[in-house]
């Protein structure tokens, strides 16, 4: 592959999924510095690793699996936790603006915030990318088998806690229930 060539690929690679990829490490880091340095290096790591980016849609979860370990580098697993359960307070307040279950919002955060990490990172890629079990297998380079059944028990996990908090999620509305169950 010529290096016009390379330059090319690499440029239809960026341009379909810098938005992705920007959403995600923007959901995972507490400033915007935080994040351009984590897009750069997910960038410059599939620079370096061209010819390893699959084709097509596949390409979008290769990028997230490097996202995903650049962040995980990038920070020690206390702070990850901290600010998994930050962005999904955030996300809930501005959910708490268009619904009226306010208490049935504040049981969802606490049910997640008891979650492990693994827990939350699996419902996030289902919830917020809107990611398939099969797609999730891949970013964390697990078999389809796996993905699924880490999902299916955090998603378990997870109405364990909402139960045990006394959260109806009838009440609390579609899109907070979009991100328990994902996009599968």
Known sequence: MTHHDRKQRFEVIYVANYDDILAYVRRRTDSHEDAADALAETFATAWRRLDDIPEGRDARLWLFGVARRVLANGRRAESRRSELVERLGHQLAVWAEHTEADESLAGLQEAF?????????????????????????????CSRANARLRLHRARKRLAKHLNAAGVDMARIGLRAIAMTKGAM
Do not use: K, N, Q
């Open 113 to 141: 915030a008891r979650l492990s990490p693994d827990d939350r990172e699996i419902l996030a890629l289902a919830g917020w990318e809107g990611l398939s079990a099969d797609e999730i297998a891949t970013v964390l380079g």
